[in-house]
């Protein structure tokens, strides 16, 4: 089965975008080695000379997705526009790549609370890099001497805010009657977010 994958992509990034689209549409739990094969059209050999095992493409397929959520964290580096529209374009990238992959969002914070190898550098980076730019734009925006625990626990709210509706998955709509999924929907959501949590 030709899946249309670009033909300048090399095999290994055949593979990886192959094992995404399965996870993000079928579950990771109907990944097979046959299916990624057949979809990135190399031979199961292939993925074996690669990668080793259909783990290990998953592991790594999670860590790409993983790669790609950290590039929302960019924007907060704009200092020269204000905290608020910095954190704002931050939640609007990060709950648009969520809703990407939703599958694979909801697979990936499993692996977070699982401690797999896919998710540490997700985990460290936000220890050591991604807390502190949210921190200092939260901070901008309060305008007040908040402690670093009421930081972190608005930061976590906000995370929170934007995990919860893609966990829920299709039955956000008939529970909170929004379609989290339509995107002038969730920006109106992400804005009361922003209004309510930094008392913008």
Not at 34 to 46: G, L, Q, S, Y
Not at 106 to 131: C, P, W
């Amino acid at each position: 089965m030709k899946s249309g994958l670009d033909n300048k992509s090399t095999p290994k990034e055949k593979i990886l975008d192959a094992t995404l689209r399965i996870i993000g549409t079928k579950g990771v739990q109907h990944v097979t080695s046959r299916k990624i094969a057949a979809m990135a059209d190399v031979n199961v050999a292939t993925i074996n000379y690669y990668f080793g095992s259909k783990d290990n493409v998953i592991n790594e397929a999670l860590k790409t997705f993983a790669d790609k959520l950290l590039t929302s964290f960019d924007y907060l580096d704009d200092l020269g526009i204000p905290p608020e529209v910095r954190i704002r374009n931050f939640l609007r990238s990060y709950a648009d790549y969520t809703l990407e992959y939703p599958d694979i969002f909801r697979n990936f914070v499993d692996q977070v609370l699982h401690d797999s190898a896919a998710t540490i550098e997700y985990f460290e980076f936000m220890k050591q890099i991604g807390l502190n730019k949210l921190k200092v734009s939260v901070q901008e925006i309060t305008r007040t001497q908040a402690s670093e625990t009421e930081l972190i626990m608005k930061i976590f709210q906000m995370f929170s805010c934007l995990e919860f509706p893609v966990l829920v998955g299709a039955k956000m709509k008939s529970l909170a009657h929004f379609d989290y999924y339509d995107q002038d929907c969730r920006y109106r959501y992400i804005d009361l977010v922003l209004k309510s949590l930094l008392n913008t």
